[in-house]
């Protein structure tokens, strides 16, 4: 979790020096595999209460 010092250009800071550098070293994804956000984590689907 982020929280920048002060909003709103405390979020600016993060995506134009942070983000840059974590794409750089390869920690941060820029295409995802899923169509929905829990795919994009890598989790598996709960099962629903009737099965």
């Known amino acids: 979790m982020l929280i920048p ?3 709103p250009g405390g979020l600016d800071a993060i995506t134009e020096r942070l983000v840059p550098e974590l794409k750089d070293r390869g ?4 295409e995802y595999i ?3 956000f829990r795919e994009h984590l890598g989790l598996a689907r ?4 009737a099965s």
Not at 46 to 49: A, V
């Open 5 to 7: 010092p002060y909003m």
């Open 27 to 30: 920690l941060f994804d820029t």
């Open 34 to 36: 899923g169509t929905t």
């Open 46 to 49: 709960p099962r629903g209460r």
